[in-house]
């Protein structure tokens, strides 16, 4: 018995068979092997993205925090940035005093990384009332200052002369580098 098959299906029959010879090696071969090294990595994917998730959670909320805390403390953030001026202070607070005089002792050296400088006040006031109302007007002012305990108070006929020490707290000039670079811009 003979077989009668035209070229062109025997052609196709053969491409066929070769093509599906080469699904099969190549799904044993390369496909199945990969597919498990691609769940391995699929798994360390969804990890590494959960923790990341996690992280820039983290990030976000003490971001937050910091620009909330940057707003409400803006004020003191550029007083400590501001350079002490005994004219400027003492023009500023003049209206508290009968007479004020600032006396700079000495450079006290740093606390914390910041300059600070001691300075030694007297001045004469009408009441002690003058003299809170003073230490009010410091804290709202361009510089961070510390009033040292002890004030002396002492009568001398309708006024009183009084006598503190204060220390007034600097950022230093170069706290790191990039705050150097981004002022040399």
Not at 54 to 75: A, E, M, P
Not at 82 to 100: I, M, W
Not at 136 to 160: C, L, Q, Y
Request: hydrophobic share 35%; with cysteine.
């Amino acid at each position: 018995m003979k077989i009668n098959i035209s070229r062109h299906y025997l052609y196709i029959l053969l491409s066929s068979l070769f093509l599906f010879l080469f699904v099969l090696l190549f799904s044993f071969l390369v496909l199945i092997p990969k597919g498990k090294q691609y769940r391995e990595e699929r798994m360390e994917l969804q990890k590494s993205s959960a923790k990341l998730q996690k992280y820039q959670n983290y990030h976000d909320k003490v971001y937050d925090t910091l620009k909330n805390l940057q707003s409400k403390n803006r004020h003191i953030i550029t007083a400590f940035e501001n350079k002490f001026d005994a004219k400027r202070f003492q023009k500023e607070h003049k209206n508290y005093f009968s007479s004020l005089h600032l006396a700079k002792i000495s450079k006290s050296g740093q606390e914390d990384g910041f300059d600070v400088y001691e300075v030694n006040t007297t001045s004469s006031i009408a009441s002690p009332k003058n003299f809170y109302n003073f230490l009010d007007a410091i804290n709202k002012s361009d510089w961070i200052i510390g009033v040292n305990f002890p004030i002396t108070f002492k009568r001398k006929g309708d006024s009183i002369a009084s006598s503190f020490t204060m220390k007034v707290y600097c950022n230093k000039e170069d706290t790191n580098a990039t705050a150097s670079v981004s002022k040399a811009k």
